[in-house]
């Protein structure tokens, strides 16, 4: 209880006089703060627009060309939880492991793995 009432001292004291017209204060500043992010973003907006506007065309573009290829290679993939994560083989090569309700099955010690 005593620490209680000289804490409270403490900060009592701390406070210069005026606290109040501080609040005020305070929330004038909050508020021209907000005001000066909301002016940077729109800059920004505006400046990246054009860039943003060109990347759409490219890539609407691109996906244009490229969708029949897409759809057909999405058609003989199927699911892709039918496949385990990608793995990088030492020589560089990328491969896909489908996977297979015998999967579960690890192999016996010394038994070689078919990759």
């Known amino acids: 209880m ?4 000289a804490f409270t001292i403490v900060i009592a004291t701390a406070l210069p006089p005026g ?4 609040d ?3 929330e004038q500043g909050f508020s021209l703060l907000g005001e000066g992010a909301r002016i940077i973003l729109r800059s920004m907006i505006d400046e990246m627009e054009p860039a943003l506007k ?3 065309r490219d890539f609407g573009d691109a996906m244009n060309e ?4 897409l759809r057909d290679l999405a058609a003989m993939i199927g699911d892709l939880r039918n496949y385990h994560a990608p793995e990088k083989l ?3 090569d990328i491969i896909l492991r ?3 309700p015998l999967e579960d099955r690890l ?3 010394g038994e070689e793995i078919e990759i």
């Open 90 to 92: 030492p020589n560089g």
């Open 66 to 69: 490229m969708g029949p290829a």
């Open 107 to 109: 192999p016996a010690p």
């Open 98 to 100: 489908r996977k297979t």
């Open 54 to 56: 060109d990347l759409r």
């Open 19 to 22: 606290a109040g017209a501080q």
């Open 24 to 26: 005020k204060d305070t």
């Open 2 to 5: 005593k620490r209680l009432a």
